[in-house]
């Protein structure tokens, strides 16, 4: 049998190529199909999804939550904002930290600053509509700061601190447009400006927080001058952090740029061009040769 009529073996033949191609295929929409990694139909994921959520609304209508959900919101929404904003600033202050973060840990500090960000915003929007359907407030108090009859510096203090923290979200998620390679400094500098206003507006959410409405409880007395220690001590390892990077980075400036060489001879070192090396004209080199020369011609 001759070279050309030896059959192929199946898997390089023209039907193994499509069976392996097929496998391969199959495998992918298996991952595709069950992207949990359970191993279950996708029927049935939905259906444990929905008697989740329906379990849950149960249990909360049977507890009385729904009954009770304004009055809830009308005590815990502001206090939620709170909390929220709270691990916003702190988890934004971790995203920066390279001393103790490396970059995985410090994308998902990034991310969970996001999340807790909008999930304050949130919280934020349900109290000011909670406040305002409860007549403890209007909307001009809302909208111009310190117009309130009754607490005009404290209710004052709360829509300075909306107005800022939305302007750091807006900023947050616009970051790309300041901060991009292409566009110039000033206007990452305008964007670092606008977004570090979140921390005024943490510190006047903390004073509204304590001093408008009722009166706080111990403990949430003291969860506010801990969250306040820990954006504290966070902001301060932040500025030592800096302040370090800045140091290390003059030294690297010293070290790459000696003193010894003026800026002339360094100019007129650079100018000058790069002079090949003449090759060598040893006889036993092909090039010391001329052209079409070797062994075997000349015998």
Known sequence: MSMSQTPLPSSQGRH?????????RA???????????LGWPRHIRI????GSIALSLYVTW????F?????????GAGVLALV????????GLAATDQMILNSKQRLLAQAIHRAAAVAGLLFLAVHIWVKVAESHTNAAAIAIPFADANQPVLIGLGTIAGYLFVIAAVTGAARSSFASRGNSRWRYRWWRALHVGAYPAWCAALIHGLKAGRAAKIWATYGYIAALAGVAIALWLRLVQRRRQDVDRAD?????NPPARSMQEGRTRRSDPAVPRPRS???????????GASRGWDR
Not at 16 to 24: D, H, K, L, Q
Not at 27 to 37: F, V
């Open 47 to 50: 259906y444990a999804v929905v």
């Open 16 to 24: 193994g190529g499509r069976r392996a191609r097929g496998g391969r």
């Open 27 to 37: 495998a992918r929409r298996t991952q595709q199909h069950d992207p949990s990694g």
């Open 281 to 291: 004209g040893e006889p036993g080199r092909r090039d010391s040769q001329p052209l």
């Open 67 to 75: 009954s009770k959900m304004f009055v809830f919101l009308d005590f």
């Open 252 to 256: 690297g400036i010293e070290v790459r």
């Open 84 to 91: 929220c904003l709270t691990s916003a600033v702190l988890w």
């Open 62 to 65: 049977s507890a009385g939550a």
